[in-house]
């Protein structure tokens, strides 16, 4: 149970927030407008060691923990949501299956290169008819010699054509839905390996996402991650680490969208005083904080049950869940605190709010989260 964070987490959260500062916050408004993936920020992060945060130093990471890595993503979102987003999905999704699923072959080729930056990683699960039901994913892997052919697409994927590495989940037998599922390390410059054009996204500008398209694409035996038929494991074991990013991802969206609206209420005047001696207004930011706070609280607490090698799929989607749906209500209240320039682009409250709705549906709908608790709470786990 985390109760308080230990001196070596506070450092790596006053670290990382010294530089978001510093770095990231002066683009945070040009990286929305322009649309362009902001490349030299992901290298600034890499210097800092936070590509390779979780990845053990023997693999060149900086081995720390879950804790730390929900620490680094909050401060990082609370000023850019577009480079957390791209940097959360490298480090959980598109490494940690190589880590806790690949040979030791597989974590000597990748992780050193995926922690120093010089790889990115993406994860290609959803498909344009299996998003919420992965398990009925169509891709198909069909044993070519000693390696794969890969056939199908893969749609709203995250870093998709910036990343060098894809963990890519395909159909390779004939047993039913999440039976016959295994998953792939692909290189971006596999033959017959294609991107589709960036989509235009409501939010989140500068994180690319798109369709992943595999045309015959070979892949070699020994790129096979885990075993035949383990690829539908791997993804929910690797989802459930991606739902503590999503979550610190959701609480660094609702602390800065409010952090900036309590800040110009003080300021904004209205019938003669500022409009944050109106308790509507207090009861608001207070409100907020105490859900940001909460949502906080639980996402550490999945984060500590990761560490800890518990079981913490239930925790870690009441945390997506809780800290995602506070992510919207802060955003939109903050915009509300904004009044007119909230709805206009030269004031961040806008960019808030539509960066912050996309973490209900990725990582899992919060749909799918509720029947995740539900049944786990009813089968008496």
Known sequence: MIVELTEDQKAIRDAVREFVQETVAPRAAEIDASDQFPADLVEAAARLDLLGIVIPEEYGGAGLDHVSFALFVEEVAAESGSLAVI???????????????????????YLPRMAAGSKLGAFALSEPEAGSDAASLQTTAVPD????????????????????VYIVLARSNDHARAAGISAFIVDRDTAGLEFGAPMEKMGLHGSPTGEVIMRDAYVPGENL?????????????????????????????????????????LERRQFGKAITDQEAIQFTIADRYTEIEAARLLTLRAAAACDAGENFTRIASMAKMFSTDVAMR???????????????????????????????IYEGTNQIQRLVIARDILAGG
């Open 87 to 109: 940097l959360d999905v490298h480090t959980s999704v598109g490494s940690e299956p190589i880590l806790f699923a690949g040979t030791e072959d597989q974590k000597r080729r």
């Open 330 to 360: 802060a955003t939109t209240d903050a915009l509300q605190l904004f009044g007119g320039y909230g709805y206009i682009k030269e004031y961040p409250a806008e960019r808030y709010f539509r960066d912050a709705k996309a973490t209900q």
């Open 145 to 164: 010699g000693d390696g794969w052919r890969l056939n199908g697409t893969k749609t709203f994927i995250t870093n998709m054509g910036v990343a060098d």
């Open 225 to 265: 991650l885990g075993a035949e038929g383990d690829g539908f494991r791997i993804a929910m074991k690797a989802l459930d680490r991606g739902r503590i990013g999503i979550s610190a991802q959701a609480i660094g969206l609702a602390r800065g969208a409010m952090d900036k609206a309590a800040r110009y209420a």
